[in-house]
C-alpha cells in the first residue's frame, strides 16, 4: 500500500466486474442462495425465517436487503456467511457450494470469503484497535508482520490510524463502526456483510458509514448489507426486498 | 432496597447459577478444608489429656528405693482409702509389680508386669483396643499392650506362658540381670490388648497385666510387691491433689508422680510437631481458601457490571445495585459455610495422625461445635466481606483498557492470543482483579505443593543422613545382652565398619558453664572397639587431650561457648578446653552433648568408672546381609534416631493432605475461572468463531488460558514455594536439632509445574468442549 492509496484500492478485485454489469458465468456470482430454508425451533412453536428465498449478488455488486423485522434479512445473512446451515436449498460463495461442508470447513470459507459487520460492532474489547484487525488475518494464516502492516493501512484509510493502540471502548460509535469495517476487510474477503452496520449509530455516524461503503463498492468490493432502513439502503446499487422469509423483489428490473 | 430489584436477583440466580455453585464448591472445599485443619490440630492437641482423663491413671505414689518391703508392709492398704478422700481424687487403686513376664521363643521376655488389686470410687483402667478386660478373678487371663503382643506374635485368644521369678529372687527381679526364672509357670489365656502412653511413643515397652486373681493365687510364690497406689484426677486439679497425696503418703517414704512428669512430657513434644505442621496446614490453606474464594467473588461481581447501567437506569441508587449484588450471593455464602462445617465434620476421621491419633480414644467422626461453627461464621464474614467489597467496586464505572502489551508476548498463534486475552481477563470487563485473583490462586496452591515437596524431601534427607541426626552408627544394643562379653567378641569379628560403647558417668547430669550460661549435660564418650565412632564436627576439631570438650551446636550457643572457650564442668568444678563444635546424637537431641575423652571422663568422675550407657555399631559399605542377621541373632537392632529428632516423623501425612487440599483448590479456581469465562466471555469467542477460528480453536483457546494461568501461577508459586518449604524446614530442623539438610527436589518441582500445566491444559480441553460447541449465530443474535 502506497500513500497515495484510496480505500477504493484495498478491495479483493480479483475476477470482479464492473459495477452494475450482468455477470457472464455463474462462477461471476459472489453469492448464489437457492431455494433455501430454515426453521427455527422455540420453546413455544417453530419459527419459520426462511421459506425458499433465493438470491444472486453478483461479484463487485453492492445489494441492500431490506425487509420489515422478522422477515428472514439476518438469517439470510448468516447463512451466507456460514454461521448457520439451511434446512433445505443450497447456498454457494464464489462458485463454491456450502452444502455439506462441517464447522471447520465453513470456518475456513469464512476466512477466504467472508468479511463481516455487525449492528453492534462486536469487537474484541479486550485487544487494541490495531489487533482486532490483526486477529482475523493471523485466524487466516497470515504472518503477523504482513498482518499487521495491513491494518495499520486499512485503519489510516479509515480515518482511525491514530487510535491503533488504543482500547475500541475509548472510540465514538462511527469509530468503532470502522474499526468493525477495517477488521472485515482484513482478509481482503470476496464478499463483506454488513448487518443493520448503521444500526447503533447516530445520523452521522451512520453516514460515514455508508460513505465507507460506497468506496469501497467503487473499489470493487462486493457488499450484502441488510436493513430495514429506506435511506441506508439506497446508498447500495441495487436493493432485495424480502418479506415472510422469501425475496419479494430482487430488484433486478 | 429502595428499588425492588427482586425480579433481578432472581434472574441473576436462573441465569448464573452455575458460577454460584462453583463459589459454593470453592467455599466449601477451601473452608472445609481449613476448619479440618484447625479441628486436626485441637483433637491432636488434646488428644492426649482425652486419654489420660479417659484412664484416669493420672498419679502414682510408689515405694521409695530406700525402703524395704517390710517397711512398706500394710501401708498401701492403710492409705488408699485416704487417698481417696484427698480433693480432687476420683478413685483410687493397689498396684502390685511382679516379676513375671511373657515366654517367647521358649526364653522369658521381660520379667515385669503390674496388676491393679483393691480399689476405691473410679479405679484407673487401660484402653483395650482389641478383645475385652480380663475377668479379674481369674488367674488364667491377661492383657496384654500392642508392643508385648508384638514382640511375642500374639493376638488375642492366644495361650501363652507366664514365666516368673520365685518368692526368694527379689535380687534377681531388682537387677534385672538376666538370671534364670525358679519361679512358676502357668499358662494364661490373652483376652485383651491394651494401648498405654507407652505404646504411644516412639519407643514402647512390653507391658503384661495380670488379674487380682493370679496375685491372690500366686502371689506368695512368685516376687512382688503391692507397693504402689494409682490415683485417677482430672488433669485440672492434678497438682493440688497431688501435693496433698505427698503429704498423706510421706509417712510411708512413698514418692508421688504424676502423669505430666512423664510419658506424656515426651508425648507432647512429639504431638506438638504434628500440631504445628496442622497449623501451618490450616494457615496455607486458610490463606488460599480466601485467595480463591476472594478471586471467584471478584469473578462474580465483575461478571454483572454490564447489568449496572441497566439497573441505574430504573432508579437503582449504587447502595441499591450492592444489596441486590449481595442478595445474590448470600445464599452461595451461606451454603458454603455450612458445606465447609460439613466437609470438615466429613474430614475429621483423618485426624490426628502420627502419634496423636494413636493418642486418641476414639479417632472417628468429630464435630468440635467451637472449631466448626465458628470456623463456619469466620468464614462467612470473611467471604461477605469479600462480596460486599468487590460489589461496591463493580458498581463503580471505570474506563476501558485492553491487556494487549502482554497478549503481545503470546501473540504467536490466534488461539494463544485469545487464550491469553481470557486468562488476562475472564470476565472481559478489562480488570486486572480476577485473572490476578486466579493466578494468586493457582500460585499459592503450586507454592503450597512445593513447600510440601521440599519440606518432604529435606524430612527424608535429614532422617536418613547419619550426619544430620549426629549419629555415625548403623545399630544399637538397647537391652542389656545376657552374655555381654559374648557379644563383645562375636561382634568385634564380623567385617564391620566400627563398634563402640557409649560411656557415661552413671545417672550424673553436669552443670556445664560457659561465658554466657549454665545449661544441664550428661558428659559421654565412646570406647572404640573397632574403628572409631565419634561426633561430626562442624568447627574446630576432636577431643584429644584430657582437657578438651566438643560441644553440641545448640549447647554450644546456649552457654555462649566456642572453639577455644573454657567452659566448666559442676561437680568439679572441672576446666575443661572446646576443641570442637559439632553433632552427635546423645538419645534425645544431636545438638546439646559434651564429648570428652576417656581421660577427661576420668577427671570429671574423679575415680568413679564410667557406666556402660549404649553399643553401637556401623556396617561398612559393602556389609552383606549374612553380617546383619548375625548381628540381630546376637540382639543388636537398627539404631534408633534421636527422639527430638525422630519427631519429625510425626509430620506424617499432613503435608500430603494439604498438599491434595492445595491442589483442589488450584483446579477448583482454575475450572471455574474457565467456566466463568467461557460464559462471560462467549460473545468474544462466536465473534472470532465468526472470523474464522474452527470450532477446535475455540476449544484450544480455553485449553491455552488453563495452560497459561497454570504457567503463570508455576512461575511466580515455585520459587515462594521453594522459599516457603526452606523458611518451614528450617524452623522446624533447627527446633530438633539436626542439620538442615538443603533438599530441593528440582525434578519433582518441574514435574509439579509440568504437571499443573498439563493438568489445567486437560481442565481447558474438556471445559472448551463447550466454546467447541457454541453457535456464533445464536449468541451474536441474543447479544
Redesign the interface.
Known sequence: MTETADITDIADTSETTEPGATPSTATDLAVEITAVYRTFEQDTAPVRALRGADLAVKRGEFVAVMGPSGCGKSTMLNLVAGLDIPDEGEVIIAGESLAGKDENALAIMRRQHIGIVFQFFNLLEGMTVLENVVMPAVIAGRKRKVAESRARDLLDLLGIGDKAKQAPGVLSGGQRQRLAIARALANEPTIVLADEPTGALDSEGGEEVLELFRRLHQGGQTILLVTHDQPVADAAERIVRMKDGRVDDDGLD | MAVNLWPWVRGEWRRGWTSLLGIVVLITIGGGITIAAVGGARRADTALDRRIEYEGWTANATIGSLVTLEEMDGAVDRLLPLIAEVPGVRGAAALTWAGVGIEIDGDPGNLFSGALGTSIGESPTETIVIGRAADQANPHEVTINEEAAAQAGVRVGDTIVLRSYASDQVDEFYEGNGAPDNGPRVEAEVVGIFRTLEDITTQPEARLTLTSGYIERYGDRVVSCTCGIVANIPLDELDQAAAEIADVVSEAQMVVGTITDEQSTILDQAVGVEVGALLVAALVAGVASIVVMLQALARQSAGRRSDEASLAAIGATRADRVAASMAVLAPALALGAIGAGVVAVGLSPLFPRGIARRAEVDPGWRFDAPVVLGGAMVLLAVAAAGALWFTWRSARRV??????PI?KLL?A??TT?LGG?LA??PT?D?RRVTAAGVIAAVAFAIAGITGVAVIEQSVDDTLSSPEAVGQPWDLELQAAPADPEAVVAATAEEPIDAFAFDLRIGGTDFEITGEDGTWLVQPMTFDNVVGTIGPYITDGGGSIDEGDVVLGEALARRVGADVGSEITFTPGPTKFTVTGIGRLSDGDRADEFAYVTADGMERLGRGQQPDLNSAMVRLGADTGADVTERLADLGWKPALLPAKVATLEQIGTVPRLLAVGLAVLGVGAVVHTLLVALARRR??L????????????ARAAIGWQGVLTAAAGAIVGIPVGVVIGRVIWKQVVGGVGALDIVSVPWLLLVLIAVGAVAFCAVCGWVVGRRAARL???AV??S?
Open positions: 474506563a476501558p483498557t485492553t491487556i494487549t497478549l501473540a498463534r490466534p492470543t486475552s488476562l481477563d472481559g478489562g460473545r468474544d462466536a465473534v472470532v468463531r465468526a472470523l474464522g477460528f474452527v470450532p477446535g480453536q453457535r456464533p449465530s451474536l443474535r447479544e
